[in-house]
T-cell receptor
Framework: QKEVEQNSGPLSVPEGAIASLNCTYSDRVSQSFFWYRQYSGKSPELIMSIYSNGDKEDGRFTAQLNKASQYVSLLIRDSQPSDSATYLCAVKNGNQFYFGTGTSLTVIP | GAVVSQHPSWVICKSGTSVKIECRSLDFQATTMFWYRQFPKQSLMLMATSNEGSKATYEQGVEKDKFLINHASLTLSTLTVTSAHPEDSSFYIC?????????????FGPGTRLTVT
C-alpha cells in the first residue's frame, strides 16, 4: 500500500466552479500535511499546509483534514484557468515526506 | 518568504562527463535538503535526503557512487551526477526544509533540466 494516494485524474471543472482534490494516507500517526501545485515543466510550489483536524482557508483555497478517516482534501473555489496544474499531496511522517502521484486539474474557460 | 535556488537551470552534457547541480536556501537555514528526479509526465521520485554535516541517505535503487551529494553548509547542497549517460536525462529538483521548531514545510527549487547527449 502506498503511503499517500491520490486520484491521478484528469479532473476537469468549468471556470468559476469548485474543484475538489482528495488524498488519503496510510500512516495514522502522520502529523503534517501539505498541498503543492506543479505547473507543467516547473517545480512544485507549496500552497497550503495543515496540521490539525478541520478546515484551513487561504484565499480561494481550503484544506480539509480528517485524521480519523486519514484523508486530506483541497478545495479551490471560483476555479480559474490559471489553476490548471497538477496538485501534489504530501504527508510528513517522522523525518520522511511522502508525496502522492498528483492529480491533474484542468479548468475549462 | 522561503526561496530556494538551483544552478544551473538547464545543462546539456556529453555522455561520460560529470555535472554538478547546486541547491541553495537563500533566506533561511536548511538543516535538511532533498533531491528529487522527475521524468516527463511522472511523479516526483525522491533520490536522497541530506542533512548538513552528515552523509546523505539514499533511496533504494539510487546509486550513491553515481549521484554524489554534499550538504556542506546550512544553505548549500550539491548533487553531482558522475559519468552521466542519456538515461540520466531528467528534471532534477531540490527542496529545503527549515530547521526544528518551524513548520517543517519543504520549499522547492526551480529545478535543473539535464540532457545527456
Amino acid at each position: 500500500q502506498k503511503e499517500v494516494e491520490q486520484n491521478s485524474g484528469p479532473l476537469s471543472v468549468p471556470e468559476g466552479a469548485i474543484a475538489s482534490l482528495n488524498c488519503t494516507y496510510s500512516d495514522r500517526v502522520s502529523q503534517s500535511f501539505f498541498w503543492y501545485r506543479q505547473y507543467s515543466g516547473k517545480s512544485p510550489e507549496l500552497i497550503m499546509s495543515i496540521y490539525s483536524n478541520g478546515d484551513k482557508e487561504d484565499g480561494r483555497f481550503t484544506a480539509q483534514l480528517n485524521k480519523a478517516s486519514q484523508y486530506v482534501s483541497l478545495l479551490i473555489r471560483d476555479s480559474q484557468p490559471s489553476d490548471s496544474a497538477t496538485y501534489l499531496c504530501a504527508v510528513k511522517n517522522g523525518n520522511q515526506f511522502y508525496f502522492g502521484t498528483g492529480t491533474s486539474l484542468t479548468v475549462i474557460p | 518568504g522561503a526561496v530556494v535556488s538551483q544552478h544551473p537551470s538547464w545543462v546539456i552534457c556529453k555522455s561520460g562527463t560529470s555535472v554538478k547541480i547546486e541547491c541553495r536556501s537563500l533566506d533561511f537555514q536548511a538543516t535538511t535538503m532533498f533531491w528529487y528526479r522527475q521524468f516527463p509526465k511522472q511523479s516526483l521520485m525522491l533520490m536522497a535526503t541530506s542533512n548538513e554535516g552528515s552523509k546523505a541517505t539514499y533511496e533504494q535503487g539510487v546509486e550513491k557512487d553515481k549521484f554524489l551529494i554534499n550538504h556542506a553548509s546550512l544553505t548549500l547542497s550539491t548533487l553531482t551526477v558522475t559519468s552521466a549517460h542519456p538515461e540520466d536525462s531528467s528534471f532534477y529538483i531540490c527542496s529545503a526544509r527549515r530547521g526544528p521548531g518551524s513548520s517543517y514545510e519543504q520549499y522547492f527549487g526551480p529545478g535543473t533540466r539535464l540532457t545527456v547527449t
